[in-house]
Protein backbone atom coordinates (compact mmCIF):
# COMPACT_ATOMS: atom_id res chain seq x y z
CA UNK A 1 0.00 0.00 0.00
CA UNK A 2 1.34 3.63 -0.56
CA UNK A 3 1.70 5.54 2.37
CA UNK A 4 0.71 8.92 3.18
CA UNK A 5 1.43 11.78 1.38
CA UNK A 6 1.69 15.89 1.90
CA UNK A 7 1.82 18.13 -0.40
CA UNK A 8 3.45 20.37 -0.54
CA UNK A 9 6.36 19.68 1.09
CA UNK A 10 7.90 23.02 1.73
CA UNK A 11 6.24 26.29 1.68
CA UNK A 12 7.26 29.78 2.82
CA UNK A 13 4.49 31.95 3.20
CA UNK A 14 4.23 36.25 4.71
CA UNK A 15 2.79 37.28 7.98
CA UNK A 16 -0.55 37.70 7.22
CA UNK A 17 -1.13 35.09 4.23
CA UNK A 18 -3.44 32.20 4.61
CA UNK A 19 -1.72 28.14 3.76
CA UNK A 20 -3.58 25.28 2.82
CA UNK A 21 -2.15 21.92 3.07
CA UNK A 22 -2.92 18.56 2.27
CA UNK A 23 -3.04 14.95 3.05
CA UNK A 24 -3.52 11.89 1.02
CA UNK A 25 -3.98 9.04 3.80
CA UNK A 26 -3.55 5.15 3.33
CA UNK A 27 -5.88 3.36 1.03
CA UNK A 28 -8.74 2.44 3.34
CA UNK A 29 -7.82 4.41 6.34
CA UNK A 30 -10.53 6.87 7.52
CA UNK A 31 -9.41 8.91 10.34
CA UNK A 32 -6.77 11.88 9.54
CA UNK A 33 -5.25 13.73 12.06
CA UNK A 34 -2.82 16.84 12.03
CA UNK A 35 -0.18 17.36 14.25
CA UNK A 36 2.23 21.00 14.95
CA UNK A 37 5.74 20.14 15.56
CA UNK A 38 8.34 22.84 16.83
CA UNK A 39 11.75 22.79 18.44
CA UNK A 40 9.96 24.40 21.83
CA UNK A 41 6.62 23.07 22.09
CA UNK A 42 7.31 19.80 20.44
CA UNK A 43 4.55 17.28 19.38
CA UNK A 44 1.41 18.87 19.15
CA UNK A 45 -1.80 17.73 18.45
CA UNK A 46 -4.14 20.00 16.11
CA UNK A 47 -7.62 17.73 14.98
CA UNK A 48 -8.49 14.37 13.99
CA UNK A 49 -10.93 14.15 11.19
CA UNK A 50 -13.27 10.82 10.86
CA UNK A 51 -15.89 10.11 7.60
CA UNK A 52 -15.49 14.11 7.16
CA UNK A 53 -16.12 15.01 10.23
CA UNK A 54 -14.05 16.70 13.37
CA UNK A 55 -14.07 14.40 16.12
CA UNK A 56 -11.32 15.24 17.94
CA UNK A 57 -9.84 18.85 18.81
CA UNK A 58 -6.68 20.46 20.31
CA UNK A 59 -6.32 23.31 22.26
CA UNK A 60 -5.60 25.51 18.73
CA UNK A 61 -6.73 28.79 17.60
CA UNK A 62 -9.66 29.20 14.87
CA UNK A 63 -7.23 30.13 12.63
CA UNK A 64 -6.52 26.95 12.29
CA UNK A 65 -9.17 24.65 10.64
CA UNK A 66 -9.74 21.58 8.41
CA UNK A 67 -11.71 19.46 6.22
CA UNK A 68 -12.17 16.00 5.07
CA UNK A 69 -13.56 14.70 2.26
CA UNK A 70 -15.18 11.67 0.81
CA UNK A 71 -12.31 10.05 -0.33
CA UNK A 72 -10.51 10.41 2.97
CA UNK A 73 -8.04 13.36 1.79
CA UNK A 74 -7.76 15.68 4.78
CA UNK A 75 -6.79 19.64 4.08
CA UNK A 76 -5.48 21.96 7.07
CA UNK A 77 -5.84 25.64 6.82
CA UNK A 78 -3.96 28.41 8.64
CA UNK A 79 -5.52 31.52 8.27
CA UNK A 80 -3.55 35.22 9.20
CA UNK A 81 -0.46 33.63 9.86
CA UNK A 82 1.94 34.60 12.41
CA UNK A 83 5.52 34.09 12.55
CA UNK A 84 4.97 31.26 15.32
CA UNK A 85 3.29 29.18 13.36
CA UNK A 86 6.34 28.22 11.58
CA UNK A 87 6.45 24.27 12.36
CA UNK A 88 6.76 21.37 10.51
CA UNK A 89 3.05 19.95 10.15
CA UNK A 90 2.37 16.37 10.30
CA UNK A 91 -0.71 14.49 8.99
CA UNK A 92 -1.15 10.95 10.39
CA UNK A 93 -3.41 8.09 8.27
CA UNK A 94 -4.96 6.12 11.76
CA UNK A 95 -6.84 2.95 11.79
CA UNK A 96 -8.23 0.50 14.61
CA UNK A 97 -5.83 -2.69 14.40
CA UNK A 98 -7.67 -5.06 16.35
CA UNK A 99 -8.23 -3.33 20.07
CA UNK A 100 -5.45 -0.51 19.49
CA UNK A 101 -5.46 2.93 17.77
CA UNK A 102 -3.02 3.16 15.07
CA UNK A 103 -0.96 5.76 12.88
CA UNK A 104 0.89 6.23 10.32
CA UNK A 105 2.53 9.64 9.56
CA UNK A 106 3.34 11.63 6.21
CA UNK A 107 6.94 13.18 5.38
CA UNK A 108 5.12 16.32 6.39
CA UNK A 109 4.73 20.17 5.30
CA UNK A 110 6.98 22.78 6.43
CA UNK A 111 5.80 25.99 6.54
CA UNK A 112 8.33 28.83 7.06
CA UNK A 113 6.27 32.55 7.74
CA UNK A 114 8.24 35.60 7.27
CA UNK B 1 -6.87 9.78 30.20
CA UNK B 2 -2.98 8.98 29.34
CA UNK B 3 0.51 10.49 29.43
CA UNK B 4 3.49 9.50 28.88
CA UNK B 5 7.02 10.97 29.98
CA UNK B 6 10.48 10.30 28.32
CA UNK B 7 13.29 10.54 30.93
CA UNK B 8 16.17 12.58 28.95
CA UNK B 9 15.80 14.86 26.38
CA UNK B 10 19.17 14.11 24.72
CA UNK B 11 21.45 10.63 24.80
CA UNK B 12 24.65 10.35 23.43
CA UNK B 13 26.36 6.59 23.18
CA UNK B 14 28.91 5.47 20.90
CA UNK B 15 28.54 3.13 18.16
CA UNK B 16 28.21 -0.32 19.26
CA UNK B 17 26.93 0.45 23.04
CA UNK B 18 24.12 -0.17 24.71
CA UNK B 19 20.94 2.20 23.65
CA UNK B 20 18.33 2.38 26.08
CA UNK B 21 15.48 5.07 26.23
CA UNK B 22 13.22 5.64 28.67
CA UNK B 23 9.50 5.86 28.95
CA UNK B 24 6.75 5.64 31.65
CA UNK B 25 3.78 5.98 30.84
CA UNK B 26 0.27 7.25 33.60
CA UNK B 27 -3.10 5.51 32.16
CA UNK B 28 -6.24 4.73 33.97
CA UNK B 29 -7.21 1.66 31.62
CA UNK B 30 -4.81 -0.75 29.96
CA UNK B 31 -2.48 1.21 27.63
CA UNK B 32 -1.46 0.44 24.56
CA UNK B 33 2.28 1.89 24.05
CA UNK B 34 4.12 2.72 21.08
CA UNK B 35 8.11 3.58 19.74
CA UNK B 36 8.02 5.85 17.09
CA UNK B 37 11.47 7.30 15.32
CA UNK B 38 12.17 10.67 13.21
CA UNK B 39 14.86 11.17 11.24
CA UNK B 40 15.40 14.97 9.99
CA UNK B 41 13.31 16.32 7.88
CA UNK B 42 10.87 13.30 7.90
CA UNK B 43 7.65 12.14 9.63
CA UNK B 44 6.86 9.44 12.03
CA UNK B 45 8.02 6.23 11.92
CA UNK B 46 6.22 3.05 14.15
CA UNK B 47 9.43 1.15 15.58
CA UNK B 48 6.88 -1.03 17.58
CA UNK B 49 3.97 -1.33 19.46
CA UNK B 50 2.83 -3.19 22.61
CA UNK B 51 -1.09 -3.99 22.95
CA UNK B 52 -2.04 -7.12 24.87
CA UNK B 53 0.17 -10.49 24.93
CA UNK B 54 3.60 -10.89 25.09
CA UNK B 55 5.52 -8.20 27.34
CA UNK B 56 8.91 -8.33 25.12
CA UNK B 57 8.20 -6.34 21.70
CA UNK B 58 10.34 -6.26 19.26
CA UNK B 59 10.58 -4.08 16.54
CA UNK B 60 12.24 -3.05 12.93
CA UNK B 61 16.57 -1.85 13.05
CA UNK B 62 16.82 -4.51 16.14
CA UNK B 63 14.87 -2.45 18.50
CA UNK B 64 12.86 -4.20 21.90
CA UNK B 65 11.06 -2.63 24.73
CA UNK B 66 9.21 -4.08 27.52
CA UNK B 67 6.01 -3.74 29.30
CA UNK B 68 6.58 -3.72 32.70
CA UNK B 69 3.23 -2.76 34.35
CA UNK B 70 4.37 -2.42 38.38
CA UNK B 71 7.03 -0.03 36.89
CA UNK B 72 4.45 1.92 34.46
CA UNK B 73 7.34 1.64 32.09
CA UNK B 74 8.17 0.58 28.40
CA UNK B 75 11.60 1.60 27.47
CA UNK B 76 13.30 1.33 24.32
CA UNK B 77 16.63 -0.70 23.91
CA UNK B 78 19.04 -1.71 21.16
CA UNK B 79 22.03 -4.09 22.35
CA UNK B 80 24.36 -1.89 19.83
CA UNK B 81 24.00 1.36 18.42
CA UNK B 82 25.11 2.34 15.03
CA UNK B 83 25.13 5.56 13.39
CA UNK B 84 22.49 5.18 11.40
CA UNK B 85 20.17 5.47 14.71
CA UNK B 86 20.88 9.09 15.20
CA UNK B 87 17.42 10.22 15.32
CA UNK B 88 14.56 11.63 18.01
CA UNK B 89 12.59 8.85 19.15
CA UNK B 90 8.89 9.39 20.56
CA UNK B 91 7.26 7.25 23.17
CA UNK B 92 3.38 7.42 23.36
CA UNK B 93 0.38 5.79 24.87
CA UNK B 94 -3.08 5.28 24.24
CA UNK B 95 -6.48 3.74 25.33
CA UNK B 96 -9.55 2.13 24.11
CA UNK B 97 -11.15 5.27 22.67
CA UNK B 98 -12.29 5.24 19.09
CA UNK B 99 -11.15 8.75 18.46
CA UNK B 100 -7.56 9.02 18.20
CA UNK B 101 -6.50 9.64 21.79
CA UNK B 102 -2.48 8.69 21.40
CA UNK B 103 -0.46 10.99 23.54
CA UNK B 104 3.32 11.47 22.59
CA UNK B 105 6.17 12.04 25.20
CA UNK B 106 8.33 15.23 24.40
CA UNK B 107 10.89 13.07 22.50
CA UNK B 108 14.51 11.89 22.73
CA UNK B 109 17.20 12.77 20.72
CA UNK B 110 19.50 10.13 20.46
CA UNK B 111 23.39 11.38 19.10
CA UNK B 112 25.30 8.08 17.62
CA UNK B 113 29.46 8.73 18.81
CA UNK B 114 31.99 7.02 16.14
Known amino acids: KAGVTQTPRYLIKTRGQQVTLSCSPI?????VSWYQQTPGQGLQFLFE???????NKGNFPGRFSGRQFSNSRSEMNVSTLELGDSALYLC?????????????FGPGTRLTVT | AQSVTQLGSHVSVSEGALVLLRCNYS??????LFWYVQYPNQGLQLLLK??????LVKGINGFEAEFKKSETSFHLTKPSAHMSDAAEYFC????????????FGAGTRLTVKP
Open chain 1, 92 to 104: ASGHRAGASYEQY
Open chain 1, 27 to 31: SGHRS
Open chain 1, 49 to 55: YFSETQR
Open chain 2, 27 to 32: SSVPPY
Open chain 2, 50 to 55: YTTGAT
Open chain 2, 92 to 103: AVSGKSDNNDMR
